[in-house]
């Protein structure tokens, strides 16, 4: 069967109408995310942090999985896939998709500074909000810019082993996810790239499926299904 690493970012979840970070020139209702997404303002000015995830959180409450999601999913039936993502949203598990590594980390877990518990987490989070476990002061459960993605030896293994790497709606901004199509590469992946527009790491690509990927994901899923 052949083996399928799916990377995904921020454009695969633009259509279901959540913001992405550059398009919007890197805005996030006013908060530039590198200023914001970062221990340093959280330690800095933790309250804006909290909003910040707060909104984006109850925001996910507002939108649907789009084609993108539900095609990714389909794609598993017919093929060993992984499905890596940037995002911090919930719609992959929501368009169907059943082990998804969320390495910048999950709008709706919460962590404790403490102990490191790990929480599903729902409503609004503010620093009076406690570890259910040791009491502790609780974090947005998301990577931040200067700290260590999630999964990254299970990322490092299946990239060595994959057949097929999909990158779809990413930017390639963001190290170490805009590293993996040249380590995949190297290991003898062939690579295509989903997005609307060329990107910093299109050249890296065998392929490059431009156009809006509700319509480019779904039709290039319908096409394998019968090669794989
Ligand atoms: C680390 C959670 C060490 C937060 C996020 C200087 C140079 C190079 C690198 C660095 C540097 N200084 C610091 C670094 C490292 C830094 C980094 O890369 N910074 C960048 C800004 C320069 N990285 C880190 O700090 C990482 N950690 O390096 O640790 C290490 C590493 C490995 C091993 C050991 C130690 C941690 C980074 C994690 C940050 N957290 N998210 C939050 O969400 O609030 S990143 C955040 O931004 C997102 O999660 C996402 O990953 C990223 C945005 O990227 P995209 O997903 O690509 O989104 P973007 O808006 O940029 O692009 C959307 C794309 O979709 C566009 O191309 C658009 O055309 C396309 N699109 C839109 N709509 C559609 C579409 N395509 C098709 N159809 C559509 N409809
Ligand atoms: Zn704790």
């Not at 390639?172 to 910093?200: C, Q, W």
């Amino acid at each position: 069967m052949k083996r399928i690493f799916v990377l995904t970012g921020a454009g695969i979840s633009a259509p279901s109408g959540i913001q992405t970070f550059r398009g919007s020139d890197g805005l996030w209702n006013g908060y530039r995310v590198e200023e914001v997404a970062t221990p340093e303002a959280f330690d800095a000015n933790p309250s804006m942090v909290y909003d910040f995830y707060n909104a984006r959180r109850s925001g996910l409450f507002e939108v649907q999985p789009n084609a993108a999601h539900r095609a990714i999913a389909r794609l598993a039936k017919s093929a060993d896939v992984t499905v890596v993502t940037q995002n911090v949203d919930d719609l992959h598990e929501r368009g169907g998709a059943s082990s998804v590594v969320h390495m910048h980390g999950e709008l709706r877990k919460v962590r404790c500074l403490d102990c490191g518990e790990v929480v599903l987490w729902d409503t609004d989070l503010t620093s009076s909000d406690c570890c259910p476990r040791c009491q502790g002061r609780m974090r947005p459960d998301i990577v931040w810019f200067g700290e260590i993605p999630y999964g990254l030896d299970q990322i490092e293994a299946e990239l060595r082993r994959c057949d097929l790497f999909l990158c779809i709606g990413t930017s390639g901004n963001v190290y170490p996810a805009n590293d993996f199509v040249s380590f995949a590469k190297r290991h003898g992946a062939y690579a295509i790239e989903f997005n609307l527009e060329s990107t910093m790491i299109s050249d890296s690509f065998d392929e490059c499926v431009t156009g809006d990927v509700v319509e480019t994901v779904p039709e290039w899923v319908s096409q394998a299904e019968s090669r794989l």
